[in-house]
């Protein structure tokens, strides 16, 4: 996955795609929230926990995060980028399920969310929440 294309001034975070990804992506965010001057950034950690984590197990290679402030609403856009071809779909509800939510609560609690293929291979799958 080529880097080489973000542009500096938005905040990145490469990751490991490996059990530590989910909570130092947790506290990228909650660090961008605070110089924001968000009061909470419960739903921003938690969207970005779940994409982190979905990139780790059914993505590719590292995990690339970066969030950033749509300059239309000011609203907080969270990206995560893999190499993986999948991409995430919100899955039926299946109560005796002991995963496969993430997708679902993503759906739920995002303003909006999406994915887009990677020219280099791969996707970003991101997410709009409020501050």
Not at 29 to 44: K, Q
Request: net charge negative; with cysteine; aromatic share 8%.
């Amino acid at each position: 996955m080529s880097l080489n294309a973000m542009t500096p001034e938005v905040p990145t975070l490469v990751l490991e795609p490996d059990d530590r990804a989910p909570g130092l992506a947790r506290r990228f965010l909650a660090e961008w929230f605070r110089e924001w001057g968000s009061r909470d950034d419960y739903i921003g950690r938690v969207l970005v926990s779940e994409l982190v984590t979905n990139s780790c197990v059914h993505g590719d290679g590292p995990v690339v995060v970066r969030v950033f402030r749509d300059e239309r609403d000011g609203g907080a856009v969270i990206e995560v980028w893999d190499g993986g071809d999948g991409r995430p779909v919100v899955c039926a509800e299946d109560l005796q399920a002991t995963s496969g939510r993430g997708v679902f609560m993503v759906s739920e609690l995002a303003l909006s969310w999406g994915t887009r293929p990677l020219v280099e291979g791969g996707k970003v799958t991101w997410v709009k929440c409020g501050l």
